[in-house]
């Protein structure tokens, strides 16, 4: 069950009619990861070929396997390399209307679902290329001046004024889920949770699954409320991490018990609860304070990811990227 060797994904026909409840998000404790190398992936396009043939890719070589029993650390691969999810069968259904809306999808801020395969096990595979994650290049990387942070936080919110467009929920927004290029090109994409050096910012629930428990509105983590406007709370979260190069994490001096307890004053009407960071240093008025916005208590008077890539977007106006690392 678990070699997909030979395995050939295509791209699906694509209906946009029924909304699934997240993108592939709420799946993705499910979930075992491969990376494989594949022939046909530079072919693999949205347009029909004549007779109603697909343009397919197979995989021929299995690189790296994880799940989150035994998880271990994936290689950075060249681009031409993609990451397979496959999800068990007792969520064939949710994952073919998951999948098949992913693939459907298509921005140039988000990591693509290439193709599908509902054969044994099901898959589908997703767009790696040759980005590496944001935090890698943060942390190692601190060249990174105001003004490249501030247009990567822009794309980011571009990418989610996407998803936000189609009342679409990432559920695990953070720079670990966000894939940097040469060009600081970004994609928002949805690997961190299998990978080893991001298990420390997942909070183990009594079920099994796991949750990025610091990065979660008050209203997703007490009551299981996802929407947008969560997903907005996380970006002013993701927004501080940007800022700080990812060197600490939010409420960073709470343990999760604690965490949580601060959610439950959010709860009761916020008297006393915390944000989960003070102003980054050298941080902008205007940042933090949007950074604040994202925080509100109240999920509608939450900013729309609309309104926050607007905003970015003036801050970065005439902004051209540097090329960082070769």
């Not at 691969?77 to 994952?95: E, H, K, N, S």
């Not at 980054?280 to 926050?308: A, G, S, T, V």
Request: charged share 25%.
């Amino acid at each position: 069950m678990d070699n997909i060797l030979g395995k050939v994904f295509s791209r699906p026909a694509y209906p946009l009619g029924e909304k699934p409840f997240s993108t592939l998000g709420k799946l993705r404790n499910w979930a075992k990861l491969q990376i494989c190398e594949t022939d046909g992936i530079e072919e693999l396009s949205d347009e029909e070929l004549p007779n109603g043939d697909r343009r397919r890719l197979v995989v021929v070589k299995t690189l790296w396997r994880g799940c989150h029993s035994d998880v271990k650390r994936p290689p950075i691969m060249p681009i031409g390399f993609l990451l397979a999810t496959y999800y068990v069968l007792l969520f064939r259904a949710a994952f073919a209307r998951e999948a098949t809306w992913g693939a459907g999808l298509k921005h140039p801020q988000l990591a693509r679902v290439l193709g599908l395969s509902l054969l044994e096990p099901p898959c589908a595979a997703l767009d790696r290329g040759d980005a590496v994650p944001l935090t890698t290049i943060l942390k190692t990387e601190r060249r990174l001046n105001y003004s490249s942070l501030i247009h990567i936080c822009c794309q980011i919110a571009n990418g989610m004024k996407y998803l936000e467009s189609f009342e679409l929920v990432h559920r695990d927004l953070a720079a670990r889920n966000v894939t940097v290029t040469n060009d600081l090109h970004i994609k928002v994409s949805d690997y961190a949770m299998f990978c080893e050096e991001f298990i420390g910012d997942y909070h183990i629930m009594a079920n099994g699954t796991r949750v990025p428990l610091r990065w979660m509105a008050w209203e997703s983590l007490l009551m299981g409320m996802c929407s947008p406007a969560s997903d907005v709370w996380s970006f002013g979260v993701t927004v501080w991490e940007i800022l700080t190069y990812c060197v600490a994490k939010p409420f960073e001096e709470m343990n999760d018990d604690q965490v949580v307890a601060n959610a439950s004053q959010w709860r009761c009407g916020g008297r006393g609860a915390r944000v989960p960071a003070a102003p980054p240093p050298r941080c902008r008025r205007e940042l933090y304070d949007l950074m604040h916005e994202c925080w509100r208590r109240e999920p509608m008077q939450r900013p729309r990811f609309n309104d926050l890539h607007r905003f970015l977007e003036r801050m970065t106006h005439g902004y051209k990227p540097p090329i960082q690392r070769n």
